[in-house]
Each structure stands twice: as structure tokens, then as C-alpha cells.
């Protein structure tokens, strides 16, 4: 079972890869002291397993993507996640520590260490995913959000610079915030 479960993960996450491509570059060192930009948020959601394969039955429950990511004024970047999925009644955790994002108008993309989790071959490697905060209000979009693709240190720095949107799904709950403060 945890064979499949890891090829569910993997696969899901070689899905994204595959598709994404460079739009640009990590913003350049800022002056000064304190936060420049940051992307906070904390989403569920719950979408078909066939989305990525069709012949996959089931649902990806996303109970919850919890993070913060900051930039401070010197350049650092830091922050937290926590990541819980349900995939075909396997119930999986992971968490980690951020190690770079791009924020650009609404859109954010992150990248993270994966530190602990309750999928040993995935623990140590590297993890990414792709926030669009569309505001507030009765009027607004729901915001959306990416599942989780794990990869090496390097593929995790290229999506940080900025990949085109794919397999990004609007939140069933939660709040995503794009903010430069700079």
C-alpha cells in the first residue's frame, strides 16, 4: 500500500513538473530591515483522482495547507508548512521549512524542504506548490491553490522562479494572502 501511495504522490508531482515552465527570475535583495513580501494561507479542498489519470477512481482531499512564507528586507527567506492529504483512505502528513517563493501580483509560488512526514521515501527530498490569492468579499474569485509536487533541490528553485498554472483548483475553504509589503 505504501508502494502505490508513493506512486499516487510521485506521479501527481512528476504531472506538474512536466508542465511547468520559466517565466522569470527570483526578485533581487532588497535594502533595509523587515518583511517585504509574504504569502500566508491555510486551504482544503477535495478533487477527483481522474483529473490526473483517468483511470485513477477516487478523490485527493486536501484536509489542509497550512504556511507562511517571508521575505525579509536583507534578501532571507523563511517560514513553515504543514501538508495533510487523503488519498484513497491513506491518510499522509508532511512538513517542512520554506526555502524560496515567488510572489508577482496574485500568484505565488513556493518552495520547501520536506523535513518530517509520514512517507519515508518522500522525507528529505524537496516540495513545491502555487498559491492565487483572489482577494476578499462577496465578489471575489475563490482563491486556488496547487497540490504538493516533491522533486530534487534544483527542480524546487526553477518552480520558484514562476511556472505556468497547471492543475490549480479553487479552494473549497480557506484564505490565501499575497502581500508585498515592501
Not at 501527481?12 to 518583511?35: D, M, N, R
Request: a negative charge; charged letters at 20%.
Amino acid at each position: 500500500m505504501l508502494k502505490k501511495r508513493v506512486a499516487i504522490l510521485v506521479f501527481v508531482s512528476c504531472l506538474l513538473a512536466a508542465f511547468a515552465f520559466v517565466l522569470g527570475t527570483l526578485p533581487t535583495e532588497a535594502a533595509g530591515t523587515g518583511i517585504v513580501e509574504s504569502v500566508t494561507g491555510s486551504t482544503h479542498m477535495t478533487v477527483p483522482l481522474s483529473v490526473f489519470d483517468p483511470s485513477l477512481e477516487g478523490d485527493a482531499v486536501m484536509r489542509t495547507l497550512s504556511y507562511n512564507a517571508l521575505r525579509h528586507a536583507d534578501g532571507r527567506v523563511s517560514g513553515q508548512y504543514e501538508y495533510q492529504l487523503v488519498v484513497q483512505g491513506e491518510d499522509d502528513f508532511f512538513h517542512g521549512t520554506i526555502i524560496c517563493f515567488k510572489a508577482e501580483g496574485n500568484r505565488a509560488w513556493i518552495g520547501a524542504t520536506v523535513d518530517s512526514t509520514s512517507v519515508p521515501p518522500l522525507e528529505g527530498l524537496y516540495s513545491w506548490w502555487q498559491v492565487e490569492d483572489n482577494g476578499q468579499g462577496a465578489n471575489a474569485s475563490p482563491d486556488r491553490t496547487t497540490f504538493l509536487g516533491f522533486g530534487s533541490l534544483a527542480e524546487t528553485i526553477e518552480y520558484c522562479e514562476g511556472p505556468a498554472p497547471r492543475f490549480i483548483f479553487e479552494i473549497e475553504g480557506g484564505d490565501v494572502q499575497v502581500r508585498d509589503e515592501g
